[in-house]
Each structure stands twice: as structure tokens, then as C-alpha cells.
């Protein structure tokens, strides 16, 4: 295969390389060669965009080669290929996986092979889709920047000095930087629509409970969710729709089945449809270039005959204060199993009597970061006796305000549009001493968390001032998620028309020029500085 | 609302089961109060009438069928574990009982 | 260190005792409370487990709907109100046993609350204690402590976890404070606990085997002085794993107590420990800040609604009620209120059901456990049900017995073998070489002898005197090494002297 080949095959959309391969146009064996090669060339070293924590080439091609030979060898094995057979995908490192390492981006899971797949894993290996590794996160997926992962930093494939979003930069990152066509992250307050709006690709956060949570460690279990991260909308539709679905193994899971996403996102029509601007979700504490973004945005839809209307959401001051209630006081709870008893790193205290309670908190001191002791001292606090009310009670309680605020806003628009976050990537370092400054990334994708909502993510241009992506969120009520998909097609075919183009293709070019590449067969999730990067 | 202080982040260290020094206690409680007065305003933002929300889309009565399922070896169960013996996980002496 | 104690009629002179219990029944599901794993007792370690059960990241619980069920039953056969919706909370601390660190368990809102339980004392007095709730909950894993001198926890190098048990179902059984049982409250205390056995037993809900921990129990105690109001301060008892244990530890707690408030120093409220081999309790911990659980509603797991249908459904299923259930029981076996009464007081109702159910004749059933195992079990200072014998042994032994293999006397000795573990009746009798010499050609041998030796008795009896035949009996059995039927060696005897007896 010529390089050119391989150039072709990388930026290629999953829809597109799903056709060539039931075509047998081209191989999945190549297909994911052409990934993994990009990988290497681009992903290591000390500036290198380090989406991934680990590759998995050799089951990718195995995999890879079982598609290819079902198909060559024809017949009702080759018809019952799942559409997406052999298209590869990478999996964020939250999510457990058998044969691979899972490290939820933390020292106290390094080294942990997980003895069960998550049901969203399954469900790929079912669809015959090649895992190509597993990708960086801010530790246990509490961040904004990736900068909390234990093994350093993603870079920003728009500009390597820049985040990529969190927690799921190495999701975003690795779709937007072309080492993979498709990636699932998680989002528990935005963790997949922030990195997706400041790389410029598509994310979607699926209803709550219409993607199984079992096999995704849990950050806060009424927040989680597990969703598609992809450079189109149709490409998320597809994945959705592979992964979504009631489980049996989540309580949470609904019944309900699936709707048809993917012909909501080949149909995509916005006509007659109310479109509502989210009054307290844009404006003051917007950067301009977001804002102006935003504006083009509103004003295509409304040429494509949408009807743009406002609404106010009065209780959303309250969420990220909720929010920051809520998700710590889970986290506390569902963080107490690293103790190393079981699994993971066990430390021994230096000095002083040798009791289970001092190592379990010496383990616990040593295995998680800053930002993940400051989350369960802040959820320990709030869940403590005395406090409970005050905060975590209240905190349930306002999630009840911003319910009643999207049910409203629902009652006069049938889809609610804003920016996905208030500004465009931010230097590495910039925000990582202000947790403040940091959470306020997610004030736009919060909301939908608390309310189990659906959002969507998508590239609405690039920021005057800074020449970087900027996200225009999509939400609608719960189980409407096929309304994103709908729009978000619409929305995305005349903005690309606008740019003659998808937007990515703006973004710089990555060559193993300026990045040393090194041997990425192999984990390397032990062999990366522990705050590598040099930021 | 109650300011954060140095004992209070060193006893909530102690339930959380994590060992932190005099400078991390001192750092935690400065961020806390920080982050704490930033969240006040949802104590007052919903009055007692407002009930509150645990699950964003509300289920009940979700069961499983009392089927037994798989099981892992007891080579797997303890695939990950830091010390065993006997196909036990060994854990060093506990002082405090329960 | 031990502690003071005042006797109990001492004790009862000042004060009056206020109870309380936690009775923790485990359910005898197929599976787990929120895994599939199977709920089964004794195999090896660590192999009863799967991802959920090990606390692994990414696992996610799903709850069992026979421990549903069957917890609603105990409700109802507690008498209790059945929520019409409950959920289940995180109660969070940190402890090798509970693979998450925290226990998946009922808080604010069990699945049956407000019920009473009413309990027969020995003299037939019926005593009413008041149930507060019912609540659901997961089994810990067991630790071993290895090590140090005493096997407990104090003074171990290192302890073992097995996580079979993590996760079995629990129902947790909280009573109202029992008041007004006065000197009787040990006796109450164990009845109390009889009862909630018995009717999970027969409910068919849980195994309720005491010695495998399937019904366990957290003994409450206060003691105030007559006529005061407020209660005291309480001890919590922990792990009183046996009905005598119950009623000796309660007992204890009186007695410790009285010594304590006598002394003037205010009570502490804390666990204690029980401990069978004494016969006390010491101290565990006292209540700390560190009992912070910092519950909230388990974010995993959906409410519980319970309809007015389903209730009704599963209250249709409920077998008779303990007090007709008794009644029937004494008919069907012929017992009388006495004998009855002595096999409840014994703590041997279930055992002698099972028994009966197992295929022996009422009788015998109640014969060999009011006449040889309660005896037994006594002396050994447990409950009889905790000796090991099961319904099979008996039935079998008296098959022997019966069948004229052995006689009763060598029947008591092939319970001791089984009791020893030598195996079974059958094998023991091998073994040991028992068996009833049933060829009546020996026997003659020896009569003949005997009678020789004694002629003058033979002569007697010839002349009617029956009562003298036991001389010659007895030389008979002694020259047969009592292996001989000595009511076959009476006929021969008669026989042999052309006698009608």
C-alpha cells in the first residue's frame, strides 16, 4: 500500500470506510495497519499528541483479518457482517476490556487487566470491530484537560501546546489527529462534548440509561454515561447505535429499544422545527470568536426554515454547584474500592504500625492524583453526617429545578441549541493550579447530565481570535435522542458547504517531523513518564 | 454554611482512607473552602417543597430472574491481587474491628 | 481483663433490662443479591465469585427478585407493613470484607416496617415484641486471622479473605426496645430469636442454620432502675451466633451492667464481643466519629415498588402462622401440651419436623432428640441443632433398631460414633462390630448354661415366679457380651421351660 493510500484510508469516516470494506474496495487489515501506523508516527515521543495509553495491534489485526476472510470467502457469513465489521475503533481507557490493560488513567489501576468486558465492548467485539488501544483520560475521568491522566498529557492535534478537552481528550484527540475513525469516551458533566468542541469533532451524550454503564468505572453513577466520539454526525449515529440498547447487567439500563439514529442522521431535516437558544447558556463569560460561531450556526438553521426561538433555563446557575455536590459525593463512594486488597497497587506505609487501614491509606495517598483526592475529601464532606442536606440533598434537589427548566424549555422548542463550552482549548498548564477556573469548562454541558438529557457536540468553525475549534452543543429531551441526530446532520452538511469541506481538514498537519516516534506495539502505559509532556 | 479547617479535612481524610501530611491537609482545606463557598447558593436554591431527583430517568423495579450465572476460578479472582495464600486474598493485621 | 458483674437476681433487684435485636437471616437463593453468582455455603474459597461479586471497577449491581420476594414475606410474617416503595442506600466504610468498601444495604426506607412478633415463653406466657423494620442488605466476605496467639482478631499477623459470602442476602430484623420482661428477659431474648428461626425456617426462606451463621444475632441491652423511663445507655452485642449464647450473653450483659452503673460510672456506649468459651463479653469499640457511614441513596439500583397485588400475591403463599402452626404440629404428632411444650422450650421444633419429614415416626423423632441429643448438646454447651445430627442419622438408627439389627442401648453408642465422625450408623455397626445376635443357636447354648448355673431360679420360674427370669437374663447377656435381644432371650428362656408367660 502506497503512503498516499494510507493517507486516504485515515481520513476516511467510518460510513465511508464501512462502504469500501463491504465493497471489498479495501481491506479491514488495511484499514487498521493504515491506523496503527499513523499512531506511531504521531502519538509518541516528547511531543507527540499521546492519545493513547495503550495499543492493541495485534488483536486489532487479528480481528481485522477475520473480518476480511469472512467477507472474501462470501456467502450468509458475509451478509451477516455487522455494517461496521472491521472498522476499527479505539476505546477510552474508563472502559474495562479483557486481553487489554485498563488504568482509568490512574496509578492505582496500572498494570490491571480487567477479567470481564464491559457491555459496551461486547457489543464492538460482537460488531467485529478492530480495538485499536485504549485512550488517555484525566484520571478516573475528573478533569477538563486531560492533564490529570497519571501518564501526562494528550496534546491538542490543532495546537500542540493546547488541551484537548477532557476527560476524554485522548478520545477526541485520537479521531481528530486521524489514528482512529470512531473512539467511545464518557460523560459525566461533558467529558465527551468538551473535547469534541475543542477538536473540532462530533461527540454525543446518549440519554441516561440508553447506553449501558456496566464495564464503565464509575466516576458518578446518576451522571455517567457512555457515548460515541466520531469526526461526522452520521459516524456517531452508527456507533450509537452499535453500543446503545437495554442491558440486562445495568439497573439503569431502559427498556425502551432503540430508535432508528442512523436514518435520523441520513434524513436530517430541520424544517419547521423549533430551535431553542438557552438564554443563560451563552453571552457574558463567552469567548467572542464562540459567540460569533454560535450566531452562524443559529443563522444557517434558520435558513434551512428552522424557527429560532429563546428560552430560559433560570436554575441553571444552580447545576454546576450541583454538580459539584453530586459527582464528588458518588465519586467518594465509588472510588473506595482502590483499597489494594483486591487489585491494583498496594503500598506499604514507610514507617509506623503495618495495619490494613494504614495501607489501604497509604496505598490510596501514593495511587491517586490531586484532583481525585480533592473530589473525595470534597464528596466525603458533603455526604457527612450533618451535611448531607445542606449539600448533597440540596444538590438532588436542584437537579429537580433543572429537570422542570428543560421540560419547559421542551414545551416551546423540540430541540435547545448553545456552545458546547465557553471558550476554545486553553494552554496546558493555564488552568491545572485553579479547580475553579477548570470546572467552569463544563458549565454549558452540565445541565444535560443532571437531567439525563441527550447532547450532541459538533465543529461549528473556528474562533476569529484564536483560529481553534469551537463546539455548538445540541440537547433534547430524554429518549429523543434521533432529534440530535437530525439536526446535528443538517447543521453539519451547511457548515461544511460553508467551508467547502470538513473542518478538520483546516486543522495543521501532523508529520513524525517534530515528533519522535517510538514503539507503540507495546503498552505504553508504564513505560510514560508520569507527568510527561512538557508543559 | 461551616468553613473547612485543617482538622476537618484531616478527619475527612481519615474516612476516606487516605494518608495526607501536615502541607497536603493545609492545600486540601484552602481549595475546599474555595470550591465549598462556590457551591453555597444550591443549599438555598430549591425550598422543602422541591423533592428531590437521585435518578435522572426514573425506573422501578428492575430484577434479575434468581438464575445462578457465571463464576470465575479462584485463579481468576485473585488474577489481580496484591498478596494471597491459599487462594485467599491476604491483607496485613487489622486493628480496628469493623 | 475482667469485668465486675453483680449476680442476676442482684441485678434484678435494682433494675429493669431493656432489649434490643438485630437478627441477620440470610436467604437461601440460588444466586446472589445483586450478582448472579451462586449462594452456596462451604465450597472453596474464592470460587463463588464473579466480577460483581469481587467489587471489580466498571461493575454495576442488579438486583435478585426472590430475595425480593421473600423479604416481603418476612415482613408480612412479621406482622410488619410492606412499603409501597423503598430503595436501597450506600452505607460507607472501609473493611477487607466489603469488596466496594461499602455495603449495598436499606437505610431510610426498609421493605417492611411497624410489625410485632408475639413470643411463647417455657411456661406458656405469650410476650409481644415490637418489630421496627425489615430491611434488605448484602453478606460480607469472611476473614480468617492467622497468626498470633488466639485466632481472633487481637493480636494477628495477617488476616484471610474469602468472598464467597460477600453478597448473599441478607434480611435484617431491627426490633422496637422490648420493655417489661424483667427477670425474663434472658429467656425472652433466646425465645425471640427461636421464633424469628422458626418462621424463616418454615416461611422456606432461609436455611436458618444457626452454626453456619445463616441467622445471627446483635443483642441490645439497657439497664434503668425501676420506675425510671428514660432507658440507659446500651451495649451492643455482637455476633451471638446460638440460641444458649443468646440467652447467656443477655444474661451477661445484665449482670455487667449493674455492676457498672453500681460503681457510678456511667455506661459506654460500644460493641462488645461475646465470647462462648467464657461465657462473657469485652469490649469492642466505642461509638467514634469514625462511624460516619455518610449514607445516600445507591445511585445503581432503582426503587423497589411493591403493589398491592404483588404483596397480596405473595401474602396467598405464606404458610400457616407459628401459634396454628404449633397447634397442628402437636396434633399431627401426638404429642401432649407437656411434651410439646418441653420440645419447644428444648429449641428442637424444627429439628424433630425435619426428622418426621425425613421418615421417622413422631415418636422417635421425639425420642431421640429429647431423650439422647438435647442431653448431649447440653453437656457440650451448644444447641442441639449445632451437634451435627441430621434427620437421615435418626431415621436411620431406628431402622436398625427396628429391624432387630442393634437394640437401643447399642443405638445410643452408634449415635456417639456418628457424633465422633466415624460415619455412618450402618458403618459404625461395622465397624464396631455391633450387631444383636439373632441366631437363636448361641443363645440356647447360653440359656442352657445359665440356667445349669442356676438351677433353684429355674425351678422358680418353672413355678411361676416370672419375676425371677432376670437373673437368668442377665447371666445370659453377660455370657453374649450384651449383644443378645434380651426380649428374644426371654422367650427362649420360657420357651425352653415349657412356660406361658
Given at each position: 500500500?502506497?503512503?498516499?493510500?494510507?493517507?486516504?484510508?485515515?481520513?476516511?469516516?467510518?460510513?465511508?470506510?464501512?462502504?469500501k470494506l463491504a465493497a471489498r474496495e479495501i481491506t479491514s487489515v488495511e484499514v487498521v495497519q493504515a491506523h496503527l501506523d499513523r499512531i506511531a508516527e504521531v502519538d509518541g515521543g516528547d511531543r507527540g499528541v499521546h492519545a493513547f495509553l495503550h495499543v492493541n495491534a495485534e488483536e486489532a489485526l487479528a480481528v481485522a483479518a477475520e473480518v476480511?476472510?469472512?467477507?472474501?470467502?462470501?456467502?450468509?457469513?458475509?451478509?451477516?457482517?455487522?455494517?461496521?465489521?472491521?472498522?476499527?475503533?479505539?476505546?477510552?481507557?474508563?472502559?474495562?476490556?479483557?486481553?487489554?490493560?485498563?488504568?482509568?488513567?490512574?496509578?492505582?489501576?496500572?498494570?490491571?487487566?480487567?477479567?470481564?468486558?464491559?457491555?459496551?465492548?461486547?457489543?464492538?467485539?460482537?460488531?467485529?470491530?478492530?480495538?485499536?488501544?485504549?485512550?488517555?483520560?484525566?484520571?478516573?475521568?475528573?478533569?477538563?484537560?486531560?492533564?490529570?491522566?497519571?501518564?501526562?498529557?494528550?496534546?491538542?492535534?490543532?495546537?500542540?501546546?493546547?488541551?484537548?478537552?477532557?476527560?476524554?481528550?485522548?478520545?477526541?484527540?485520537?479521531?481528530?489527529?486521524?489514528?482512529?475513525?470512531?473512539?467511545?469516551?464518557?460523560?459525566?458533566?461533558?467529558?465527551?462534548?468538551?473535547?469534541?468542541?475543542?477538536?473540532?469533532?462530533?461527540?454525543?451524550?446518549?440519554?441516561?440509561?440508553?447506553?449501558?454503564?456496566?464495564?464503565?468505572?464509575?466516576?458518578?453513577?446518576?451522571?455517567?454515561?457512555?457515548?460515541?466520539?466520531?469526526?461526522?454526525?452520521?459516524?456517531?449515529?452508527?456507533?450509537?447505535?452499535?453500543?446503545?440498547?437495554?442491558?440486562?447487567?445495568?439497573?439503569?439500563?431502559?427498556?425502551?429499544?432503540?430508535?432508528?439514529?442512523?436514518?435520523?442522521?441520513?434524513?436530517?431535516?430541520?424544517?419547521?422545527?423549533?430551535?431553542?437558544?438557552?438564554?443563560?447558556?451563552?453571552?457574558?463569560?463567552?469567548?467572542?470568536?464562540?459567540?460569533?460561531?454560535?450566531?452562524?450556526?443559529?443563522?444557517?438553521?434558520?435558513?434551512?426554515?428552522?424557527?429560532?426561538?429563546?428560552?430560559?433555563?433560570?436554575?441553571?446557575?444552580?447545576?454546576?454547584?450541583?454538580?459539584?455536590?453530586?459527582?464528588?459525593?458518588?465519586?467518594?463512594?465509588?472510588?473506595?474500592?482502590?483499597?489494594?486488597?483486591?487489585?491494583?497497587?498496594?503500598?506499604?506505609?514507610?514507617?509506623?504500625?503495618?495495619?490494613?487501614?494504614?495501607?489501604?491509606?497509604?496505598?490510596?495517598?501514593?495511587?491517586?492524583?490531586?484532583?481525585?483526592?480533592?473530589?473525595?475529601?470534597?464528596?466525603?464532606?458533603?455526604?457527612?453526617?450533618?451535611?448531607?442536606?445542606?449539600?448533597?440533598?440540596?444538590?438532588?434537589?436542584?437537579?429537580t429545578l433543572v429537570q422542570r427548566d428543560f421540560d419547559a424549555a421542551f414545551t416551546v422548542a423540540d430541540v435547545l441549541i448553545s456552545p458546547t463550552a465557553p471558550t476554545t482549548a486553553f494552554k496546558l498548564g493555564e488552568k491545572l493550579d485553579d479547580p475553579l477556573a477548570m470546572y467552569l469548562n463544563d458549565v454549558a454541558t452540565i445541565p444535560?447530565?443532571?437531567?439525563?438529557?441527550?447532547?450532541?457536540?459538533?465543529?461549528?468553525?473556528?474562533?476569529?481570535?484564536?483560529?481553534?475549534?469551537?463546539?455548538?452543543?445540541?440537547?433534547?429531551?430524554?429518549?429523543?435522542?434521533?432529534?440530535?441526530?437530525?439536526?446535528?446532520?443538517?447543521?453539519?452538511?451547511?457548515?461544511?458547504?460553508?467551508?467547502?469541506?470538513?473542518?478538520?481538514?483546516?486543522?495543521?498537519?501532523?508529520?513524525?517531523?517534530?515528533?519522535?516516534?517510538?514503539?507503540?506495539?507495546?503498552?505504553?502505559?508504564?513505560?510514560?513518564?508520569?507527568?510527561?509532556?512538557?508543559? | 454554611?461551616?468553613?473547612?479547617?485543617?482538622?476537618?479535612?484531616?478527619?475527612?481524610?481519615?474516612?476516606?482512607?487516605?494518608?495526607?501530611?501536615?502541607?497536603?491537609?493545609?492545600?486540601?482545606?484552602?481549595?475546599?473552602?474555595?470550591?465549598?463557598?462556590?457551591?453555597?447558593?444550591?443549599?438555598?436554591?430549591?425550598?422543602?417543597?422541591?423533592?428531590?431527583?437521585?435518578?435522572?430517568?426514573?425506573?422501578?423495579?428492575?430484577?434479575?430472574?434468581?438464575?445462578?450465572?457465571?463464576?470465575?476460578?479462584?485463579?481468576?479472582?485473585?488474577?489481580?491481587?496484591?498478596?494471597?495464600?491459599?487462594?485467599?486474598?491476604?491483607?496485613?493485621?487489622?486493628?480496628?474491628?469493623? | 481483663?475482667?469485668?465486675?458483674?453483680?449476680?442476676?437476681?442482684?441485678?434484678?433487684?435494682?433494675?429493669?433490662?431493656?432489649?434490643?435485636?438485630?437478627?441477620?437471616?440470610?436467604?437461601?437463593?440460588?444466586?446472589?443479591?445483586?450478582?448472579?453468582?451462586?449462594?452456596?455455603?462451604?465450597?472453596?474459597?474464592?470460587?463463588?465469585?464473579?466480577?460483581?461479586?469481587?467489587?471489580?471497577?466498571?461493575?454495576?449491581?442488579?438486583?435478585?427478585?426472590?430475595?425480593?420476594?421473600?423479604?416481603?414475606?418476612?415482613?408480612?410474617?412479621?406482622?410488619?407493613?410492606?412499603?409501597?416503595?423503598?430503595?436501597?442506600?450506600?452505607?460507607?466504610?472501609?473493611?477487607?470484607?466489603?469488596?466496594?468498601?461499602?455495603?449495598?444495604?436499606?437505610?431510610?426506607?426498609?421493605?417492611?416496617?411497624?410489625?410485632?412478633?408475639?413470643?411463647?415463653?417455657?411456661?406458656?406466657?405469650?410476650?409481644?415484641?415490637?418489630?421496627?423494620?425489615?430491611?434488605?442488605?448484602?453478606?460480607?466476605?469472611?476473614?480468617?486471622?492467622?497468626?498470633?496467639?488466639?485466632?481472633?482478631?487481637?493480636?494477628?499477623?495477617?488476616?484471610?479473605?474469602?468472598?464467597?459470602?460477600?453478597?448473599?442476602?441478607?434480611?435484617?430484623?431491627?426490633?422496637?426496645?422490648?420493655?417489661?420482661?424483667?427477670?425474663?428477659?434472658?429467656?425472652?431474648?433466646?425465645?425471640?430469636?427461636?421464633?424469628?428461626?422458626?418462621?424463616?425456617?418454615?416461611?422456606?426462606?432461609?436455611?436458618?442454620?444457626?452454626?453456619?451463621?445463616?441467622?445471627?444475632?446483635?443483642?441490645?441491652?439497657?439497664?434503668?432502675?425501676?420506675?425510671?423511663?428514660?432507658?440507659?445507655?446500651?451495649?451492643?452485642?455482637?455476633?451471638?451466633?446460638?440460641?444458649?449464647?443468646?440467652?447467656?450473653?443477655?444474661?451477661?450483659?445484665?449482670?455487667?451492667?449493674?455492676?457498672?452503673?453500681?460503681?457510678?460510672?456511667?455506661?459506654?456506649?460500644?460493641?462488645?464481643?461475646?465470647?462462648?468459651?467464657?461465657?462473657?463479653?469485652?469490649?469492642?469499640?466505642?461509638?467514634?466519629?469514625?462511624?460516619?457511614?455518610?449514607?445516600?441513596?445507591?445511585?445503581?439500583?432503582?426503587?423497589?415498588?411493591?403493589?398491592?397485588?404483588?404483596?397480596?400475591?405473595?401474602?396467598?403463599?405464606?404458610?400457616?402462622?407459628?401459634?396454628?402452626?404449633?397447634?397442628?404440629?402437636?396434633?399431627?404428632?401426638?404429642?401432649?401440651?407437656?411434651?410439646?411444650?418441653?420440645?419447644?422450650?428444648?429449641?428442637?421444633?424444627?429439628?424433630?419436623?425435619?426428622?418426621?419429614?425425613?421418615?421417622?415416626?413422631?415418636?422417635?423423632?421425639?425420642?431421640?432428640?429429647?431423650?439422647?441429643?438435647?442431653?448431649?448438646?447440653?453437656?457440650?454447651?451448644?444447641?442441639?441443632?449445632?451437634?451435627?445430627?441430621?434427620?437421615?442419622?435418626?431415621?436411620?438408627?431406628?431402622?436398625?433398631?427396628?429391624?432387630?439389627?442393634?437394640?437401643?442401648?447399642?443405638?445410643?453408642?452408634?449415635?456417639?460414633?456418628?457424633?465422633?465422625?466415624?460415619?455412618?450408623?450402618?458403618?459404625?455397626?461395622?465397624?464396631?462390630?455391633?450387631?444383636?445376635?439373632?441366631?437363636?443357636?448361641?443363645?440356647?447354648?447360653?440359656?442352657?448354661?445359665?440356667?445349669?448355673?442356676?438351677?433353684?431360679?429355674?425351678?422358680?420360674?418353672?413355678?411361676?415366679?416370672?419375676?425371677?427370669?432376670?437373673?437368668?437374663?442377665?447371666?445370659?447377656?453377660?455370657?453374649?457380651?450384651?449383644?443378645?435381644?434380651?426380649?428374644?432371650?426371654?422367650?427362649?428362656?420360657?420357651?425352653?421351660?415349657?412356660?406361658?408367660?
Amino acid at each position: 500500500m502506497t503512503e498516499t493510500n494510507s493517507n486516504q484510508l485515515i481520513r476516511l469516516s467510518a460510513a465511508q470506510l464501512a462502504r469500501k470494506l463491504a465493497a471489498r474496495e479495501i481491506t479491514s487489515v488495511e484499514v487498521v495497519q493504515a491506523h496503527l501506523d499513523r499512531i506511531a508516527e504521531v502519538d509518541g515521543g516528547d511531543r507527540g499528541v499521546h492519545a493513547f495509553l495503550h495499543v492493541n495491534a495485534e488483536e486489532a489485526l487479528a480481528v481485522a483479518a477475520e473480518v476480511d476472510a469472512i467477507r472474501a470467502a462470501g456467502g450468509a457469513a458475509a451478509e451477516e457482517l455487522h455494517e461496521l465489521a472491521g472498522v476499527p475503533i479505539a476505546v477510552k481507557d474508563l472502559i474495562v476490556t479483557i486481553g487489554q490493560p485498563t488504568t482509568a488513567g490512574s496509578k492505582i489501576l496500572e498494570g490491571w487487566h480487567s477479567p470481564y468486558d464491559a457491555t459496551v465492548v461486547k457489543r464492538l467485539r460482537d460488531a467485529k470491530m478492530p480495538i485499536l488501544g485504549k485512550t488517555n483520560l484525566d484520571e478516573f475521568a475528573m478533569g477538563s484537560s486531560t492533564e490529570h491522566s497519571a501518564y501526562g498529557p494528550t496534546r491538542n492535534p490543532w495546537d500542540l501546546d493546547r488541551i484537548p478537552g477532557g476527560s476524554g481528550g485522548g478520545s477526541a484527540a485520537a479521531v481528530a489527529a486521524f489514528e482512529a475513525p470512531l473512539a467511545l469516551g464518557t460523560d459525566t458533566g461533558g467529558s465527551i462534548r468538551q473535547p469534541g468542541a475543542v477538536t473540532g469533532t462530533v461527540g454525543v451524550k446518549p440519554t441516561y440509561g440508553s447506553v449501558s454503564r456496566y464495564g464503565a468505572i464509575a466516576m458518578a453513577s446518576s451522571l455517567d454515561q457512555i457515548g460515541p466520539v466520531t469526526r461526522t454526525v452520521l459516524d456517531s449515529a452508527l456507533l450509537h447505535q452499535v453500543i446503545g440498547g437495554h442491558d440486562p447487567f445495568d439497573s439503569t439500563s431502559l427498556p425502551d429499544p432503540l430508535e432508528d439514529l442512523v436514518a435520523a442522521a441520513r434524513i436530517g431535516n430541520v424544517e419547521g422545527m423549533r430551535i431553542g437558544i438557552i438564554k443563560e447558556l451563552h453571552g457574558e463569560g463567552y469567548q467572542a470568536g464562540v459567540e460569533n460561531r454560535f450566531n452562524d450556526s443559529l443563522e444557517l438553521l434558520k435558513e434551512a426554515g428552522a424557527e429560532i426561538v429563546e428560552v430560559s433555563c433560570p436554575n441553571f446557575q444552580y447545576a454546576l454547584g450541583a454538580y459539584y455536590l453530586i459527582m464528588p459525593s458518588e465519586a467518594s463512594s465509588n472510588l473506595a474500592k482502590f483499597d489494594g486488597v483486591r487489585y491494583g497497587l498496594r503500598v506499604l506505609p514507610e514507617d509506623g504500625p503495618m495495619t490494613i487501614e494504614r495501607v489501604m491509606g497509604a496505598t490510596r495517598a501514593a495511587g491517586f492524583g490531586d484532583e481525585v483526592k480533592r473530589r473525595i475529601i470534597l464528596g466525603t464532606y458533603a455526604l457527612s453526617a450533618g451535611y448531607y442536606d445542606a449539600y448533597y440533598g440540596s444538590a438532588q434537589k436542584v437537579r429537580t429545578l433543572v429537570q422542570r427548566d428543560f421540560d419547559a424549555a421542551f414545551t416551546v422548542a423540540d430541540v435547545l441549541i448553545s456552545p458546547t463550552a465557553p471558550t476554545t482549548a486553553f494552554k496546558l498548564g493555564e488552568k491545572l493550579d485553579d479547580p475553579l477556573a477548570m470546572y467552569l469548562n463544563d458549565v454549558a454541558t452540565i445541565p444535560a447530565n443532571l437531567a439525563g438529557v441527550p447532547g450532541l457536540s459538533l465543529p461549528g468553525g473556528l474562533a476569529d481570535e484564536d483560529g481553534l475549534p469551537v463546539g455548538i452543543q445540541l440537547l433534547a429531551p430524554a429518549r429523543e435522542d434521533a432529534r440530535l441526530y437530525r439536526v446535528g446532520a443538517v447543521l453539519e452538511s451547511l457548515l461544511e458547504a460553508k467551508w467547502g469541506g470538513p473542518l478538520l481538514d483546516r486543522a495543521p498537519s501532523l508529520t513524525a517531523h517534530s515528533l519522535t516516534a517510538p514503539d507503540l506495539t507495546v503498552s505504553t502505559a508504564g513505560a510514560v513518564p508520569a507527568h510527561g509532556g512538557s508543559h | 454554611m461551616a468553613a473547612i479547617n485543617r482538622d476537618d479535612v484531616a478527619h475527612l481524610a481519615r474516612l476516606a482512607h487516605i494518608e495526607m501530611n501536615a502541607e497536603e491537609l493545609d492545600r486540601m482545606a484552602g481549595e475546599l473552602a474555595v470550591i465549598v463557598d462556590s457551591v453555597k447558593s444550591v443549599s438555598e436554591a430549591a425550598g422543602d417543597d422541591v423533592p428531590a431527583t437521585s435518578h435522572p430517568i426514573p425506573l422501578s423495579n428492575v430484577f434479575r430472574e434468581d438464575v445462578v450465572g457465571h463464576t470465575f476460578t479462584a485463579e481468576q479472582a485473585l488474577s489481580g491481587a496484591p498478596d494471597s495464600v491459599e487462594n485467599r486474598f491476604k491483607v496485613p493485621a487489622i486493628l480496628d474491628e469493623e | 481483663m475482667t469485668d465486675a458483674i453483680l449476680t442476676f437476681e442482684e441485678a434484678m433487684e435494682k433494675y429493669d433490662p431493656v432489649l434490643g435485636f438485630e437478627v441477620h437471616v440470610e436467604l437461601n437463593t440460588k444466586s446472589k443479591m445483586f450478582s448472579s453468582a451462586p449462594n452456596v455455603f462451604g465450597d472453596e474459597p474464592n470460587t463463588n465469585v464473579n466480577e460483581v461479586d469481587l467489587g471489580m471497577p466498571g461493575v454495576l449491581p442488579v438486583l435478585n427478585k426472590t430475595a425480593v420476594e421473600s423479604s416481603i414475606k418476612i415482613g408480612l410474617a412479621l406482622n410488619c407493613k410492606i412499603a409501597e416503595a423503598c430503595r436501597f442506600a450506600r452505607k460507607n466504610y472501609f473493611y477487607p470484607d466489603t469488596p466496594k468498601n461499602f455495603q449495598t444495604s436499606q437505610y431510610d426506607e426498609p421493605i417492611a416496617y411497624d410489625g410485632y412478633l408475639d413470643v411463647e415463653l417455657s411456661d406458656g406466657t405469650v410476650f409481644r415484641v415490637e418489630i421496627e423494620r425489615a430491611h434488605m442488605e448484602e453478606d460480607a466476605g469472611k476473614l480468617t486471622h492467622m497468626g498470633g496467639a488466639t485466632g481472633r482478631i487481637q493480636g494477628a499477623d495477617f488476616s484471610l479473605v474469602d468472598y464467597n459470602r460477600a453478597g448473599v442476602p441478607l434480611v435484617e430484623i431491627v426490633t422496637k426496645p422490648i420493655e417489661g420482661a424483667g427477670s425474663r428477659a434472658p429467656e425472652l431474648a433466646k425465645a425471640y430469636v427461636a421464633a424469628v428461626r422458626e418462621i424463616v425456617k418454615n416461611l422456606g426462606v432461609s436455611d436458618a442454620r444457626m452454626e453456619r451463621g445463616n441467622v445471627r444475632c446483635d443483642a441490645n441491652v439497657s439497664l434503668r432502675p425501676h420506675g425510671r423511663e428514660r432507658f440507659g445507655i446500651r451495649s451492643e452485642t455482637k455476633n451471638v451466633n446460638s440460641l444458649r449464647a443468646v440467652e447467656h450473653a443477655v444474661r451477661y450483659e445484665i449482670q455487667r451492667h449493674a455492676a457498672v452503673l453500681d460503681s457510678g460510672i456511667p455506661v459506654v456506649q460500644e460493641t462488645r464481643h461475646w465470647h462462648e468459651d467464657t461465657r462473657t463479653t469485652t469490649s469492642g469499640r466505642p461509638k467514634s466519629d469514625a462511624d460516619d457511614y455518610r449514607y445516600f441513596p445507591e445511585p445503581d439500583l432503582v426503587p423497589v415498588v411493591a403493589s398491592r397485588e404483588w404483596v397480596e400475591e405473595l401474602r396467598a403463599t405464606l404458610p400457616e402462622p407459628p401459634a396454628a402452626r404449633r397447634k397442628r404440629l402437636q396434633a399431627d404428632w401426638g404429642y401432649s401440651d407437656l411434651e410439646f411444650r418441653d420440645v419447644v422450650n428444648a429449641g428442637v421444633l424444627v429439628e424433630i419436623e425435619e426428622t418426621i419429614a425425613a421418615g421417622a415416626s413422631a415418636s422417635v423423632a421425639r425420642k431421640w432428640w429429647m431423650g439422647e441429643i438435647v442431653g448431649r448438646a447440653k453437656n457440650a454447651d451448644v444447641d442441639p441443632g449445632q451437634l451435627g445430627v441430621q434427620p437421615a442419622t435418626i431415621v436411620e438408627l431406628a431402622k436398625l433398631v427396628e429391624d432387630g439389627k442393634i437394640n437401643n442401648k447399642m443405638a445410643t453408642e452408634v449415635l456417639d460414633g456418628v457424633l465422633a465422625g466415624e460415619g455412618t450408623p450402618s458403618e459404625i455397626v461395622d465397624k464396631r462390630g455391633l450387631a444383636v445376635v439373632s441366631d437363636d443357636g448361641p443363645l440356647l447354648e447360653a440359656i442352657d448354661a445359665a440356667l445349669a448355673a442356676q438351677p433353684d431360679i429355674a425351678d422358680k420360674i418353672r413355678n411361676g415366679k416370672l419375676q425371677a427370669i432376670g437373673a437368668i437374663v442377665g447371666g445370659v447377656m453377660k455370657a453374649t457380651r450384651g449383644q443378645a435381644d434380651a426380649g428374644r432371650v426371654k422367650e427362649l428362656i420360657l420357651e425352653k421351660l415349657g412356660v406361658n408367660a
